[in-house]
């Protein structure tokens, strides 16, 4: 072999390592537009969870959460509850696959506060108090809630419980176990 040929196959290997580098560096870079893109995505302005009932119950529903001038309207229509207050609350995990619901952790808290009700300032952004079920075992509620962000709750779990929050009890009202359970999305619509 002679020292031309040597150093045009060197010369070549050169080039290709070149290039192998250069596309792993494109791809590299795309990623990182599509990181950026997710982490500057625009503002939801609604969400939904799809509530199923926890081992042992019926509870269900749908829960909405919608961007308004001074907060979040949240609106829910449940069946299947026994009479009488249940606790609703935003939890830390969309993670629904527990039997009993606990996989969904505890009351979503951001800013480390104490649990509280729905009107108090200083509170769990997951504290919506309770929902009121008639003797049909039917709820609903509708309200504004000034706490709450969409982009924030995204991905999270709605959990009602069995029994009523006492909205002081620590940390997370009292409100007995969880009869239904459901992730918050994107709602159809919104971008």
């Given at each position: ?11 070549s ?14 791809c ?8 950026e ?16 009932p ?20 949240v609106t ?12 609703f ?25 104490d ?28 309200y504004?809630?000034?706490t709450?962000?969409?982009n ?25 176990p ?11 619509g919104?971008?």
């Amino acid at each position: 072999m002679t020292l031309h040929n040597t150093s045009t196959r060197i010369f070549s290997l050169n080039s290709l390592a070149l290039g192998l580098f250069m596309i792993a560096s494109g791809c590299a870079q795309t990623e990182t537009v599509e990181i950026e893109r997710e982490f500057n995505a625009p503002e939801i302005s609604e969400a939904v969870a799809v509530l199923h009932p926890t081992d042992g119950f019926e509870a269900e529903g749908t829960v909405y959460f919608r961007a308004v001038e001074n907060g979040v309207q949240v609106t829910a229509e449940l069946s299947g509850l026994s009479e009488g207050n249940k606790g609703f609350h935003i939890h830390q995990y969309g993670d629904c696959t527990a039997a009993d619901g606990t996989s969904a952790g505890g009351h979503f808290n951001p800013e480390g506060m104490d649990h509280a009700g729905p009107t108090d300032a200083m509170r769990h952004m997951g504290d919506m108090g309770n929902i009121t079920a008639g003797s049909d075992g039917n709820a609903t509620i509708d309200y504004v809630d000034e706490t709450i962000h969409i982009n924030m709750i995204l991905g999270r779990g709605v959990i009602v419980h069995n029994g009523e929050d006492d909205l002081s009890s620590q940390p997370a009202g009292a409100a007995g176990p969880r009869v239904a359970c459901g992730v918050i999305g994107i709602a159809t619509g919104t971008e």
